[in-house]
């Protein structure tokens, strides 16, 4: 029987020992409430008849106060306290009757014809009182006849009385004998039934739960204690002891196990320290940045082998990707942009090696936009500035020949003349010069178109080196990156969080140069600016240089109309002349200004193509900074020759010929 059946069983016990105490109580009440209804009846019968006497005694009582009254007023009260107490016996008699048992109704009612025989005659007595006097009432009631009748009556109540008290006698005895017998039975079955169940728990918890259990329990220790030798007692019963035996066979059987298990597991601890030994040592190397240690030894056991063969492929994985990452660093280093990422990674390694390569593609054709477009920018300063140069020269010589211009007019003046039989060859003269100058500010215009392509060259550069600034930022961002992912890495990425730092210092140098780039093309665009409104300013003085020329034709029409008039058109001459002169200055201090930006233009311009062939983008070594050079080629100088003609048509040979001695180069 299983432990929960015999604490069940004495758990019936009890109960059976309760329902029976259970019954027994509830048939001892039963029987005590008969009991004691007996009892009560008894009781208030013996209250009525005890109640009936003490009424009569009233009404008696209230009789000799009529008897006593000296007159009917004073008599009725006590009339009327008659009347109540016999009413009060006649309730009295009729709350009793139900009380009464069968064998003593015989004596009840005689005792309800004397009841009324008394009130008949106490009732007369009251009226005789209040209504006659209260003498006639002492004649009718206070006589011996009365009396004698009253006291039968009184003696008949007391009997009644005593019967009743004795019957109460009989019936307390009797509450008090059942009451004794029922608690003598109760106790005697509830002691048994204790003494029942006291035994039966006593034996099975003494000879089926604590003895075993504490055998088993000495067992369990002896197994905890280390000896395995024990036998355990109680395995084949078939209650929860027998369960907690074979549990604890199970327990030795497992630590007869465990202990074959520990020297296995000794052994293996062994082996483990050394692959942890063989762990640190290339641990630590990979953390001085040497990843050529590897573990070599074999374990005899598939999982530290397979562990030993994980960690050297790891080591030699970050090996692989940093050499790689530190050749082409290097290569970045050096200027040589052609180098990339070889090989094939995974994860983290297979993105570093996608940006590296990304990276270095849009440097490559970065820089070589760049290079173009500065082999561009090179060439047409160098252009612009041997233009200026030969526009220096003839603004020089244009100023020599205005001079002379001065002193041919002087000798115009001595040989005014002739200027009737000239006029038509001045004519033709001067429309040469009008022909000439609309080709000077053809020329201007030119240099002006060629100075806003210059700027917005300049502009253009500007651009790209945002675009440099923009790849310089990303490679920061992307050694950022890999200095973040080297740290998570830990002591195994400090050597690759050494390169993503050179790769930054690298990405904030290159930011740095486009940052002296920009600077140097936004100084250029300004100075182009500057000569673009110098250029401008000179076609501005050669188209009044044109107007000018006008004038002097509209002058010479003048002379051969009227040489009266010619006195006056030489002043004319004369006064635009020298406002020529003075033109012709000015533009010659803003040609030299030109000039002077031009040159600083193509300085730097030099110096970017410099800096830019640092950088080896291709296959191909980097080409030398080419200079072009064009040899501006002189142009005969319209108000030359035409200041030549008049000379001649006005002074002769003469003065032609001192024209002609002066061998200096037109503009």
């Known amino acids: ?83 109540k107490n016999l009413d009060k016996i006649d309730t009295l008699l009729a709350d009793w009757r139900p009380l009464i048992p069968a064998d003593t109704k015989a004596s009840f009612d005689t005792l309800v014809a004397r009841a009324a025989e008394f009130r008949t005659f106490r009732v007369e007595t009251a009226r005789l009182g209040e209504e006659v006097s209260p003498q006639a009432g002492n004649e009718q009631g206070n006589t011996d006849a009365n009396r004698a009748n009253r006291k039968a009556f009184q003696e008949q109540i007391d009997g009644v009385v005593d019967i009743n008290l004795k019957t109460l006698e009989v019936v307390t005895a009797d509450v008090a004998t059942f009451e004794r017998s029922v608690i003598i039975t109760i106790l005697a079955i509830a002691g048994l039934g204790l003494i029942a169940g006291i035994g039966a728990a006593f034996y099975i918890a003494t000879n089926h739960l604590s003895r075993p259990i504490l055998e088993l329990t000495g067992k369990m220790k002896q197994l905890a204690g280390g000896d395995l030798t024990a036998d355990v007692p109680f395995v084949g019963r078939k209650d929860e002891i027998g369960e907690m035996a074979e549990a604890v066979q199970v327990f030795k059987q497992n630590g007869l196990a465990v202990r074959d298990l520990n020297a296995q597991e000794a052994v293996l601890r062994e082996k483990s320290a050394d692959l942890q030994s063989s762990i640190g040592v290339v641990v630590a190397a990979a953390a001085a940045g040497d990843f050529t240690k590897r573990i070599g030894k074999d374990y005899e056991n598939d999982d530290l082998n397979r562990f030993a063969g994980s960690v050297n492929e790891l080591v030699g994985s970050v090996d692989a990707g940093i050499a790689e990452t530190r050749r082409v660093i290097a290569s970045l280093a050096a200027g040589d942009l052609t180098q990339s990422m070889n090989g094939h990674y995974q994860g983290a390694f297979a993105e570093l090696q996608k940006n590296v390569n990304e990276t270095l593609s849009t440097l490559q054709k970065t820089l070589r936009e760049v290079r173009v477009t500065t082999d561009s920018i090179n060439g047409n300063s160098s252009e612009l500035r041997s233009a200026a140069d030969d526009l220096s020269k003839r603004t020089e010589q244009q100023a020599a020949a205005l001079e002379e211009t001065s002193a041919a007019l002087d000798q115009i003046t001595v040989a005014v003349k002739s200027s009737t039989e000239r006029a038509q060859e001045a004519t033709v003269m001067v429309n040469e010069a009008k022909h000439s100058a609309a080709q000077s500010a053809a020329v201007v215009r030119n240099a002006v178109d060629a100075m806003g392509r210059i700027e917005q060259a300049s502009s253009e550069i500007g651009q790209i080196t945002n675009v440099i600034d923009e790849i310089a930022f990303q490679t920061n961002l992307l050694a950022l990156n890999a200095g973040v992912e080297a740290a998570r890495a830990g002591d195994a990425g400090k050597g690759f969080a050494v390169v993503a730092q050179e790769v930054r210092e690298l990405a904030q140098r290159a930011a740095s140069a486009a940052k002296d780039i920009k600077s140097l093309i936004s100084k250029s665009g300004s100075e182009v600016a500057t000569g673009v409104r110098l250029v401008q300013e000179t076609g501005s003085a050669l188209g009044e240089i044109e107007e000018r020329v006008l004038k002097i034709n509209d002058h010479i029409h003048s002379i051969a109309t009227a040489a009266r008039e010619q006195s006056t058109g030489l002043s004319e001459v004369s006064t635009a002349v020298n406002q020529m002169d003075q033109v012709t200055q000015q533009n010659a201090a803003m040609v030299e200004e030109a000039n002077a930006a031009t040159h600083k233009l193509s300085g730097e311009a030099n110096n970017l193509a410099s800096l830019i062939a640092y950088f080896k983008v291709d296959n191909v070594a980097a080409r030398p900074i080419a200079v072009a050079r064009e040899t501006a080629q002189p142009v005969a100088s319209p108000a030359r020759r035409m200041m030549g003609n008049v000379a001649r048509a006005f002074g002769g040979g003469g003065s032609a010929a001192a024209v002609a001695k002066d061998d200096w180069e037109e503009f």
């Open 1 to 83: 029987m299983k432990i929960r059946g015999k604490i069940n069983l004495i758990v019936g016990i009890m109960s059976v020992l309760a329902v029976a105490v259970t019954g027994m109580s509830l048939v001892a009440v039963s029987k005590y409430n008969e009991k004691f209804h007996q009892y009560e009846n008894v009781a208030k019968r013996a209250f009525y008849a005890e109640r009936l006497n003490r009424l009569v005694t009233a009404v008696v009582m209230e009789s000799r106060g009529i008897y006593a009254a000296p007159t009917i007023e004073k008599a009725k009260p006590f009339a009327e306290g008659i009347r």
